[in-house]
């Protein structure tokens, strides 16, 4: 099955700084990869997702790229703030697959934004 | 408002004594799944559904039930509890389809379960 990697498990950045989250995935038809956040407490939501037949999505402060070549995404937030504090999932799916769209995640990565 | 609604929040029982998870969605949505968060561990799922009256495995399923009886509800079924459930639990809801694109998944709150 699909084996999602993600790093660094942890990153503390401070306020107005960059913040970059790497992703790795086996499966190669994977062609939907979203990025959830959660914060503390709370459900996870999704910020962002990208598919396969594109390479890069931004929405503001965020951005993804996508290689599928190399099976790899990033998630880029500029101009970090505290509340981007959070922990953030990566995930890849495929919709050929016979396990129906599972969500495969990365273990997550806890940002902290330090003012 | 749109919302996957997941109940008791926090439970907390002892082992061997049966439980139930309860799971709706609002949003007519086929697919369906059961995930647990443990720290350092990431979201794994455990059971999934893509439709009324089918379930399928997950990638933890053990110790686990499920059914989906009708659309909106998916509950989780713990029929003999162990520590080793210890656990947060996200229910999650899309409108993902066989062969279409893969559409944005909607947590529950999380359901937080302690075996002691």
């Known amino acids: 099955g699909e084996n999602v990697e993600q790093h660094p498990s942890t990153l503390s950045v401070q306020e107005g700084d960059s913040a970059v989250i790497k992703c790795t995935y086996s499966?190669?038809?994977?062609?939907?990869f979203p990025w959830y956040k959660q914060e503390l407490g709370k459900r996870p939501q999704l910020i962002i997702d990208?598919?396969?037949?594109?390479g890069e999505k931004k929405d503001q402060r965020i951005a993804v790229t996508l290689n599928k070549t190399a099976k790899h995404f990033s998630l880029h937030i500029t101009e970090t703030q505290p509340e981007d504090s959070a922990v953030y999932f990566c995930?890849?799916?495929?919709?050929?697959?016979?396990?129906?769209?599972?969500?495969?995640f990365g273990k997550g990565t806890s940002l902290l934004v330090t003012p | 408002e749109a919302q996957v609604t997941q109940n008791p929040r926090y439970l907390i029982t002892v082992t061997g004594k049966k439980l139930t998870v309860t799971c709706s969605q609002n949003m007519n949505h086929e697919y369906m799944s059961w995930y647990r968060q443990d720290p350092g561990l990431g979201l794994r799922q455990i059971y999934y559904s893509m439709n009324v009256e089918v379930t399928d495995k997950g990638d933890v399923p053990e110790g686990y039930k499920v059914s989906r009886k009708e659309k909106r509800n998916f509950p989780l079924i713990l029929e003999s509890p162990s520590p080793n459930q210890t656990s947060l639990y996200f229910c999650?809801?899309?409108?993902?389809?066989?062969?279409?694109?893969?559409?944005?998944?909607?947590f529950g709150q999380g359901t937080r379960l302690t075996v002691v």
């Open positions: 999650a809801s899309s409108n993902a389809r066989r062969h279409t694109k893969n559409t944005e998944a909607f």
């Open positions: 499966d190669s038809a994977s062609n939907y």
């Open positions: 995930a890849a799916s495929t919709s050929n697959s016979n396990s129906g769209y599972a969500l495969n």
């Open positions: 990208i598919r396969s037949n594109v």
